[in-house]
């Protein structure tokens, strides 16, 4: 039992802020990002998977978290209620205007540019985290891109007016 507590404070330590921040990109929701960490962990406390390195185990954490950030969003209840979340951290006016560009965006884009900027993934890396095409992630990633441009520069045009 103490092996087991250790392994998951390392996993916790070496990985629970990049999956905290990418179940955040997906919800919006402080409290609902720490419930996805915390359902990783026993995940993989449960599962005991073997990993070929970090690389690996790094993404199966993500893809675990990926997948239970997906089972929240498409839950009947969750459609029903969004809780306003006064948790988020507070961001300058730029700052926030991305975040809320980004989070406006669809999930296939907002996934691919959290995974690629964020997080530092590869186009493969992530292609392979969510079982898409490598060619699949630079169009979403380019197309995530070309959205952001144009809903900033909205802003930018708009409030210099």
């Not at 419930?35 to 962990?41: A, C, G, I």
């Not at 239970?68 to 730029?94: G, H, I, M, T, V």
């Not at 380019?142 to 900033?152: F, K, Q």
Request: proline share 4%; glycine share 6%.
């Amino acid at each position: 039992m103490p092996d087991e507590r250790q392994n998951g404070a390392r996993v916790l330590e070496a990985y629970g802020d990049a999956i905290l921040r990418l179940a955040y990109s997906y919800l919006h929701s402080r409290t609902d990002a720490e419930d996805v960490l915390q359902d990783t962990l026993v995940q993989y406390l449960t599962k005991r998977p073997a990993f070929e390195g970090p690389a690996h185990e790094k993404a199966w954490l993500m893809r675990v978290a990926i997948n239970l950030c997906k089972n929240q969003l498409s839950a009947p209840w969750k459609r029903r209620w969004e809780e306003l979340d006064e948790d988020q951290p507070c961001f300058d006016q730029e700052e926030s205007a991305v975040l809320e560009a980004v989070n406006g965006l669809p999930v296939k884009y907002r996934e691919v540019i959290h995974l690629y900027y964020v997080e530092g993934y590869s186009t493969a890396e992530i292609a392979s985290l969510l079982g898409r095409g490598e060619g699949a992630v630079r169009v979403q990633l380019s197309r995530g891109r070309e959205r952001l441009r144009r809903v900033l520069k909205e802003a930018y045009d708009f409030g210099e007016e």
